[in-house]
């Protein structure tokens, strides 16, 4: 697009990236004529060359980039979460107009979220945030989308969502989420369901690898056999394409040359954090982020193996086909109970924060497009489908037939990981809460009884009303009601 007159182009992105570049060349080739501003020329100037004959054009200047646009106007950030939102947002608020809109289309924390759309409804503009996930390949070939917030903005923007958007038995993989900042919140989740399912993954690796001592071909041929059954996703089809891939001219995996120090952006912990202030466990999720965070202390790490000795364990395996059988059914079931604990998480958000999320239109438009699709996501949707009220998809009978199918070789599996030495906190913390999440009764009673020893904070009997404290030491006396709750925890508002 050689020459652009004023209020011609339909949609804008502030942000030339890979990202931002790739969703708008896909919007481009199913014909929305498009503009796209970057503060870097070379990034403007590849969004020309690789947009070239198609209704795209970059911008070097913010003024002109905006004048480019129709009315009411609408401009995508595509930039790091932070404070440089806020910035862009300062740049480009003074060259729209009451009635335009603005979108936030990066892995912003929701309660920022919050704040920039209380603040720019107060000046007359528009604002959502929206999840994105994809990558570079979603975001060009078709993304899920999580828009959230302003309801009338997104309905304006529609059209042009669901043509771009990956595409699943007809339906595109975007719907409206919900009010407030609950796209973003989703996207967090949807991240934290991403490091669980990641860190099993790498759990799987190191089973094979140093327990079972399969060769590099092998574990190849298994997730390629993986990826063709049930647990077919996007994350065991990249992982079996890691294990063919070697650089030109060397003869081993690129795999062996990568650093073990796993870097992260923030979204994996965050979703931790909002659990615990939602009370809501996540074990799969906080473990991997902690596997994440341990992986950076190298120098201690090496220290520790010099103290403790470095051989390799190795598996006690009686059969090797039996194990990797029962290895694929440990993974299917830790894999259920990381979706779980992640959808468990957006019920009681929806609760606590006023969303009114349908959880299974976020399962359908997860199918497609995103880093966590799979197979299993048709078995979400088709839970919540048929029980929207489903407080838990643990509760949910094909879910547990499942469950029940795969946990003794899950069993079997983390025990015998375990007593060889290799580390598998996502597998076996999967189990745990499991076996936690089933029990009638914990011994939290205990907890209960500890902390009004040694700090008076009362229990509350079975089968009697009101909150009672006991004299633990010394000659025993009878336990008193208080008559009123004490240090009743209750859930946070954003």
């Given at each position: 697009?050689?020459?652009?007159?004023?209020?011609?182009?339909?949609?804008?992105?502030?942000?030339?990236?890979?990202?931002?570049?790739?969703?708008?060349?896909?919007?481009?080739?199913?014909?929305?004529?498009?503009?796209?501003?970057?503060?870097?020329?070379?990034?403007?100037?590849?969004?020309?060359?690789?947009?070239?004959?198609?209704?795209?054009?970059?911008?070097?200047?913010?003024?002109?980039?905006?004048?480019?646009?129709?009315?009411?106007?609408?401009?995508?950030?595509?930039?790091?979460?932070?404070?440089?939102?806020?910035?862009?947002?300062?740049?480009?608020?003074?060259?729209?107009?009451?009635?335009?809109?603005?979108?936030?289309?990066?892995?912003?924390?929701?309660?920022?979220?919050?704040?920039?759309?209380?603040?720019?409804?107060?000046?007359?503009?528009?604002?959502?945030?929206?999840?994105?996930?994809?990558?570079?390949?979603?975001?060009?070939?078709?993304?899920?989308?999580?828009?959230?917030?302003?309801?009338?903005?997104?309905?304006?923007?529609?059209?042009?969502?669901?043509?771009?958007?990956?595409?699943?038995?007809?339906?595109?993989?975007?719907?409206?989420?919900?009010?407030?900042?609950?796209?973003?919140?989703?996207?967090?989740?949807?991240?934290?369901?991403?490091?669980?399912?990641?860190?099993?993954?790498?759990?799987?690796?190191?089973?094979?690898?140093?327990?079972?001592?399969?060769?590099?071909?092998?574990?190849?041929?298994?997730?390629?056999?993986?990826?063709?059954?049930?647990?077919q996703s996007f994350l065991i089809e990249i992982t079996r394409d890691i294990f063919s891939f070697?650089?030109?001219?060397?003869?081993?995996?690129?795999?062996?040359?990568?650093?073990?120090?796993?870097?992260?952006?923030?979204?994996?912990?965050?979703?931790?954090?909002?659990?615990?202030?939602?009370?809501?466990?996540?074990?799969?999720?906080?473990?991997?982020?902690?596997?994440?965070?341990l992986s950076k202390y190298k120098p201690l790490r090496t220290q520790a193996a010099s103290i403790?000795?470095?051989?390799?364990?190795?598996?006690?395996?009686?059969?090797?086909?039996?194990?990797?059988?029962?290895?694929?059914?440990?993974?299917?079931?830790?894999?259920?109970?990381?979706?779980?604990?992640?959808?468990?998480?957006?019920?009681?958000?929806?609760?606590?924060?006023?969303?009114?999320?349908?959880?299974?239109?976020?399962?359908?438009?997860?199918?497609?497009?995103?880093?966590?699709?799979?197979?299993?996501?048709?078995d979400i949707f088709n839970a919540y489908q048929s029980n929207q009220d489903l407080q838990h998809?643990?509760?949910?009978?094909?879910?547990?037939?499942?469950?029940?199918?795969?946990?003794?070789?899950?069993?079997?599996?983390?025990?015998?990981?375990?007593?060889?030495?290799?580390?598998?906190?996502?597998?076996?913390?999967?189990?745990?809460?499991?076996?936690?999440?089933?029990?009638?009764?914990?011994?939290?009673?205990?907890?209960?009884?500890?902390?009004?020893?040694?700090?008076?904070?009362?229990?509350?009997?079975?089968?009697?009303?009101?909150?009672?404290?006991?004299?633990?030491?010394?000659?025993?006396?009878?336990?008193?009601?208080?008559?009123?709750?004490?240090?009743?925890?209750?859930?946070?508002?954003?």
């Open positions: 697009m050689d020459s652009v007159q004023e209020n011609q182009l339909t949609f804008g992105m502030i942000g030339l990236g890979t990202m931002g570049r790739n969703l708008l060349l896909n919007m481009a080739e199913h014909g929305f004529a498009v503009a796209g501003y970057d503060k870097d020329p070379e990034k403007v100037r590849l969004l020309g060359e690789e947009g070239k004959g198609s209704p795209v054009k970059g911008f070097e200047t913010l003024e002109a980039f905006i004048q480019s646009l129709k009315s009411p106007k609408v401009v995508m950030m595509l930039v790091p979460a932070g404070k440089i939102v806020d910035s862009v947002i300062a740049d480009v608020k003074p060259l729209l107009s009451q009635g335009d809109i603005i979108i936030d289309g990066g892995n912003s924390h929701f309660t920022d979220t919050i704040l920039r759309d209380t603040q720019l409804a107060k000046e007359g503009l528009h604002f959502f945030g929206m999840g994105i996930s994809g990558g570079e390949e979603g975001a060009r070939k078709g993304p899920s989308m999580m828009p959230g917030g302003d309801k009338a903005a997104y309905e304006f923007v529609k059209p042009v969502l669901d043509t771009i958007a990956a595409q699943v038995d007809g339906a595109p993989c975007v719907t409206y989420i919900g009010p407030g900042a609950s796209g973003h919140f989703v996207k967090m989740v949807h991240n934290g369901i991403e490091y669980g399912i990641m860190q099993l993954i790498a759990e799987t690796y190191e089973l094979l690898s140093k327990g079972v001592q399969l060769p590099e071909n092998e574990i190849y041929d298994l997730f390629k056999k993986w990826n063709e059954g049930r647990l070697k650089e030109p001219g060397t003869d081993h995996l690129l795999l062996h040359d990568i650093k073990d120090q796993a870097r992260a952006k923030g979204t994996g912990k965050w979703t931790s954090q909002v659990a615990y202030d939602l009370e809501t466990p996540i074990t799969a999720i906080d473990s991997a982020v902690s596997m994440r965070d403790y000795g470095t051989t390799l364990p190795r598996l006690n395996i009686i059969n090797k086909e039996d194990f990797l059988t029962n290895l694929e059914q440990a993974f299917y079931f830790s894999m259920i109970v990381t979706y779980s604990q992640g959808m468990h998480l957006l019920y009681q958000a929806s609760k606590a924060y006023n969303y009114d999320l349908r959880l299974q239109e976020i399962a359908k438009i997860w199918r497609g497009g995103c880093i966590i699709r799979s197979r299993f996501l048709n998809l643990l509760l949910d009978e094909q879910i547990a037939a499942q469950v029940v199918e795969t946990l003794q070789a899950t069993r079997i599996v983390v025990a015998g990981a375990i007593t060889s030495g290799l580390a598998i906190p996502a597998y076996a913390a999967s189990l745990s809460y499991f076996d936690a999440f089933r029990s009638e009764r914990m011994p939290s009673n205990l907890i209960q009884a500890q902390r009004d020893y040694f700090g008076a904070h009362t229990y509350e009997l079975i089968g009697k009303e009101g909150f009672f404290h006991s004299h633990w030491s010394g000659d025993p006396v009878t336990a008193l009601s208080t008559g009123e709750p004490v240090n009743k925890p209750t859930a946070p508002k954003p």
